[in-house]
């Protein structure tokens, strides 16, 4: 079947999309994002385009709340030793799905300087082929949460919970306030739309589909996918790799999801799958690709000694089993890694930099 192509037509002509992190709304300065889109040399002058899409993935909310689904509570990060993740105790309310869309949409948000740096480098750039894609991060709608808020118009409290109630009706409170999100952010987005920014839709952060005798991920993604088709907006997903999730995969685009990244998460576990099984994997699904790098401390002490040539081994199977000029490629990056590769201390830092331009650019060669 083939990797899910880069350019197409039906997703934005997204090629190459970068995850950006962050908790409050003045984390990403016009400034910060100009590193993000633009290719600069030493003294900060552009001399190309860099990333064409970008994913907002802020984690946690100004209140400490969380809009991711689970949170480790071991002492590894790689997903190996204790390694343990439970589902998080504080998820989010709707006080924070409005603050959430206040740091998307709000004078001096996360849009405004993403469309503002573009602004920017169009005078210094050609002007891009197409508008720069955005994707933003929807809230998972926490099981633990007994008390979300209320919907506009409504007297009841929304409970995502299973106390006190059925899973179908959590699920169908979750669904409410998913789509309630989404028509927000939509609503936001046409009252304000963005001169150099095509909002492409959103993105699912649990990084796998559960279901069990207190969740039902699957209902109520097969109900938002309907939706999210009504309004013309997409649904992304990056499962991290694993047996249950590559049978997700399967036909993934008739049930889930418009587009799926494969992690292959070769950056971060001990015993690392390698490149060539998840790549393949991607390949045969039509699911895009995951590219990660962590400038910071992953974990275990092997695992850091060789996370310059893991990222490397990254590099080298674009080359090798096609996905550099091939898959649609999203961008793990750590917190604010590019922006600081570019004149790290370290020269293998500086030339990864590099290195990743000329992927994007499809013009690197295995070293």
Not at 41 to 54: I, M, N, Q, R, T
Not at 68 to 75: E, Y
Not at 241 to 257: K, Q
Not at 310 to 315: A, E, H, M, S
């Amino acid at each position: 079947m083939g990797y899910y192509p880069q350019g197409a037509p039906e997703m934005g002509y997204l090629r190459h999309m970068v995850l950006w992190y962050g908790r409050q709304a003045d984390s990403w300065s016009p400034e910060r994002a100009r590193h993000y889109l633009a290719y600069e040399d030493e003294s900060g002058k552009p001399l190309d385009w860099l990333f064409d899409s970008v994913l907002f993935t802020p984690a946690v909310a100004p209140s400490g709340n969380h809009f991711a689904a689970d949170i480790n509570v071991g002492t590894t990060m790689c997903g190996e030793g204790d390694f343990y993740a439970v589902p998080v105790s504080n998820p989010a309310t709707k006080r924070d799905y409005d603050d959430l869309l206040d740091v998307y949409f709000a004078p001096g948000g996360w849009l405004e300087s993403m469309d503002g740096s573009i602004t920017e480098l169009k005078s210094a750039l050609p002007a891009p082929q197409h508008k720069h894609n955005v994707v933003l991060l929807v809230p998972y709608p926490g099981i633990k949460q007994t008390h979300w808020g209320r919907l506009p118009g409504e007297t009841r409290n929304l409970n995502f919970s299973v106390t006190g109630q059925s899973v179908q009706k959590a699920s169908e409170d979750r669904l409410a306030a998913t789509v309630w999100f989404v028509d927000e952010a939509l609503r936001r987005w046409n009252e304000s739309p963005r001169e150099n920014i095509n909002l492409l839709g959103f993105y699912w952060p649990f990084e796998t589909v559960y279901r069990g005798w207190d969740v039902d991920d699957h209902w109520l993604l097969k109900h938002l996918r309907v939706h999210l088709k009504s309004v013309n907006a997409k649904l992304t997903w990056i499962p991290f790799y694993a047996t249950y999730n590559v049978h997700l995969l399967d036909n993934y685009e008739n049930y889930y999801f418009d587009l799926a990244f494969q992690q292959p998460n070769h950056m971060f576990y001990l015993d690392t799958p390698g490149i060539e099984g998840p790549a393949l994997n991607a390949k045969i699904r039509h699911a895009g690709w995951e590219m990660e790098y962590y400038l910071g401390n992953i974990g275990h002490h092997k695992v850091q000694e060789e996370r310059h040539q893991r990222f490397r081994d990254y590099l080298n199977g674009g080359v090798e089993f096609g996905y550099m000029k091939e898959s649609a490629c999203a961008w793990f990056q750590d917190y604010n890694a590019i922006e600081r590769m570019r004149l790290h201390d370290d020269p293998v830092e500086r030339e990864f930099y590099h290195d990743i331009y000329h992927f994007i650019r499809g013009d690197y060669e295995r070293k």
